[in-house]
């Protein structure tokens, strides 16, 4: 049990503490919510898998390649889960924040 206050002090706060911007968190309860599409789109991202680690040399065995094709999907689909929260936060957080409204495409 702890007897001290646990309230972090200055320096604690400096090096341990992180208050995200609304963007940031905006972003995160986005890809959160939609987390879902991340984990299907790891099922269909075979190909570009195989093809990033195809001319890594120095696997030694299936066992290997395999794992680093996983870490491949993961890495895929957490890009495009990234791209796709950013085009549905930005533009309403643009518009918030700086009075910004995006173009509709020509």
């Excluded at 206050?5 to 995200?20: E, I, K, M, V």
């Excluded at 075979?46 to 890495?75: I, N, P, Q, T, Y």
Aim: charged content about 30%; aromatic content about 6%; overall charge negative.
């Amino acid at each position: 049990m702890r007897e001290s206050d646990s309230t972090p002090n200055d320096l604690q706060r400096a090096l341990l503490g992180y208050d995200p911007t609304p963007l940031e968190t905006a972003l995160i309860e986005w890809t959160k919510e939609r987390w879902p599409m991340a984990a299907r789109a790891m099922v269909y991202n075979k190909s570009e898998a195989e093809e990033m680690v195809s001319g890594v040399s120095g696997v030694r065995g299936d066992e290997s390649r395999l794992v680093m094709e996983v870490g491949a999907r993961v890495a895929i689909a957490e890009r495009e889960l990234l791209c796709r929260a950013i085009a549905a936060v930005l533009p309403e957080w643009l518009e918030e924040t700086y009075g910004l409204t995006p173009k509709a495409g020509d």
